[in-house]
């Protein structure tokens, strides 16, 4: 019985985090991922695991959270008849392979180093949810061909090195090349089981030292965290999504951006050692 109340105060963590990762996702629609890698590795370090593999620890974990929650929201919107099919076809093998890549890249850092590439990519997402607009265009349809083959592995590779889905880079993407919002939403919630899945796999057989792994933790994949979480964001992404029909998204999604630069900001204040 001991030995069980010791992991209380962790349970309780996880279940806030849980539960803020999933309003936030149904307010604004972003992936749960941006909010879940910084939530766990302050969480995890807070718990005393703080060794070169942690990052790892927590980008493997958010990863397989997105696998559950990109699957549903694929289920969701497939029903609305928004998820262009047709792109998320081509797009998907190069996007799978820049995936493994990135698995692999991941499995082969210390903390340090993906603490700093999370935060210069989390204040680059985070200038564009704030200042970005609508109207930008780099084309009026999505690169095929050529173009297609070299970009489609980035937005894989940059997603799994920050433990994110397929919104943060596809919805951009998308958006600037002609694709209807809510239809870039849809269609990146497919990009997100591309990334998520070939990646975790790979995770489930990375070999973390003890330092860097909280207890029940499977290769790179820590499982209470992953259970938790996954139940949590199911039971209060609705209650986001709620709430975005009643608040003013554009400002809360540029207080969310101010937010994600801190966070990303600190992340670097980190990788640095300060």
Not at 46 to 64: I, N, P
Not at 85 to 111: E, Y
Request: charged share 10%; aromatic share 10%; with cysteine.
């Amino acid at each position: 019985m001991t030995d069980l109340i010791q992991y209380v105060p962790a349970l309780i963590l996880l279940l806030v985090i849980g539960a803020f990762a999933g309003v936030m996702a149904g307010l604004l629609g972003v992936g749960g991922g941006i909010i879940l890698v910084p939530a766990f590795y302050y969480a995890f370090d807070a718990l005393g695991y703080s060794g070169d593999q942690l990052m790892q620890v927590c980008l493997a974990t958010s990863l397989a959270t997105i696998i559950v929650t990109s699957m549903r929201s694929v289920s969701s919107h497939h029903k609305k008849g928004a998820v262009e099919w047709d792109i998320l076809k081509k797009w998907a093998p190069g996007i799978a392979v820049g995936a493994v890549l990135g698995m692999l890249t991941v499995s082969s850092l210390r903390s340090s180093t993906l603490q700093g590439i999370f935060g210069f990519l989390g204040i680059f997402i985070g200038f564009y949810m704030a200042f970005g607009k609508a109207t930008w265009r780099l084309g009026d349809e999505m690169p095929s061909g050529l173009k297609r083959i070299a970009i489609s592995p980035f937005v894989g590779f940059l997603s799994v090195l920050m433990g994110i889905g397929g919104g943060s880079f596809g919805v951009p993407l998308m958006s600037l090349h002609g694709i209807a919002i809510h239809r870039a939403v849809a269609t990146a919630a497919g990009f997100g089981v591309i990334i998520a899945f070939p990646s975790v796999i790979g995770f489930l057989f990375v070999d973390v030292a003890a330092d860097s792994a909280p207890p029940f933790t499977l290769g790179a994949v820590n499982i209470p965290a992953f259970l938790v979480v996954i139940s949590m964001t199911l039971i209060t992404a609705p209650i986001g999504a709620k709430l975005a029909h009643r608040l003013d998204a554009k400002m809360l999604k540029r207080i969310f951006a101010v937010f994600l630069i801190v966070v990303a900001t600190n992340m670097l204040r980190k990788a640095a050692g300060y």
